[in-house]
């Protein structure tokens, strides 16, 4: 079992910048591929980032591409995203995840274990 906790969410302003956490407990992360999605009101959830278990290799959706980064650091078993140039469409409950994959995952079904999720909300 792993256990997936996120925090860094909140209200900041269009152009802004918000950087948000995801800390795993249980089982080492270090045998999980990672990722991020995010879900706005009245919409599906999506696919945001993810990075290999290695933490070499990182995936973006098109939407974030260039204003995000997705980073992971093994000592403090934590998974974080940079957010950068944050637009009002970015709002949403950001909710990371654990895949017991190697390379990068993109899709949603293939997550094992995920977090309750965090607010981000940026104003215009």
């Known amino acids: 079992q792993v256990q997936l906790v996120e925090s860094g969410g909140g209200l900041v302003q269009a152009g802004g910048s918000l950087r948000l956490s995801c800390a795993a407990s249980g089982r080492t992360s270090t045998t999980f591929a990672m990722g991020w999605f995010r879900q706005a009101p009245g919409k599906e959830r999506e696919f945001v980032a993810a990075?290999?278990?290695?933490?070499?290799?990182?995936s973006y959706a098109d939407s974030v591409k260039g204003r995000f980064t997705v980073s992971r650091d093994y000592l403090k078993n934590t998974m974080y995203l940079q957010m950068d140039s944050l637009k009002p469409e970015d709002t949403a409950v950001y909710s990371c995840?654990?895949?017991?994959?190697?390379?990068?995952?993109?899709?949603?079904?293939?997550?094992?274990?995920w977090g309750q999720g965090t607010q981000v909300t940026v104003s215009s």
């Open positions: 995840a654990a895949a017991r994959q190697t390379q990068v995952v993109d899709t949603m079904g293939l997550y094992d274990y």
């Open positions: 990075i290999s278990r290695s933490g070499r290799t990182a």
